[in-house]
């Protein structure tokens, strides 16, 4: 049974850039969740997505985007790169009925931005 | 505001020895808890949680306790073994924001052989 798989799992790129990150959801859940961990410092929420939509949304500017496909996959896209983007970008999963049923976290992708 | 914090950034224990580390939550609402084991390179890793109307509950080889009278909670290693060593997370959740989880800033735990 596969995990949550997140791609590309290294990426850098320059200031002002924009990139795509791309999660697949543990099978059996539905929901999509976005972190952002800074180094040395705990993930902290950017989204959530549910049946196609954002349903809740952390304190992260509008350069910060999702989406999330019919097949519960989910991309996150951040515009315009500042040098303090670099971070874990981890995406988890869970079932619609709650998190409380089951949060399965990926690996993450490391961005840098130079 | 939404904090959970950590008092120890780092923890250094002897192999076989027991390990706690404690964590500190600000916001009573908070009604579910989860302990998370962060190694080099991977995602959390679930560890065990905790729901507000319980004070302690058990895994194998790790007990989370509960006190929220004072906010605080805290994961019990019995004897610490090498592959321990990692970063250790706690996390809250509440019912008026039950999407998402609010994250410390971790304790690392170092292992001495």
């Known amino acids: 049974d596969a995990g949550v798989t997140q791609s590309p799992t290294h990426l850098i790129k320059t200031r002002g850039q924009q990139v795509t990150l791309r999660c697949s959801p543990k099978s059996g859940h539905d929901t999509v969740s976005w972190y952002q961990q800074a180094l040395g410092q705990g993930p902290q929420f950017i989204f959530q997505?549910?049946?196609?939509?954002?349903?809740q949304r952390g304190n992260f500017p509008d350069r910060f985007s999702g989406h999330q496909f019919p097949n519960y996959s989910s991309e996150l896209n951040v515009n315009a790169l500042l040098l303090g983007d670099s971070a874990l970008y981890l995406c988890a999963s869970s079932p619609g009925r709650g998190l409380r049923y089951g949060y399965t976290f990926g690996s993450g992708t490391r961005l840098t931005v130079v | 505001g939404e904090s959970v914090g950590l008092h120890l950034p780092t923890l250094s224990v002897q192999e076989g020895d027991n390990s706690i580390i404690n964590c500190a939550y600000s916001n009573s609402a908070s009604d579910y808890f989860i302990w998370y084991k962060q190694e080099s390179g991977k995602g959390p890793q679930f560890i065990i949680d905790?729901?507000?109307?319980?004070d302690k509950r058990q895994g194998q080889r790790v007990t989370v306790l509960l006190n929220k009278t004072v906010k605080h909670l805290s994961l019990q290693i019995a004897a610490t073994q090498p592959g321990d060593s990692a970063v250790y997370f706690c996390a809250e959740n509440r019912m008026d924001s039950s999407y998402k989880l609010i994250f410390g800033s971790g304790t690392r735990l170092l292992v001495r052989p």
């Open positions: 905790i729901r507000s109307n319980m």
């Open positions: 997505y549910y049946e196609e939509e954002e349903r």
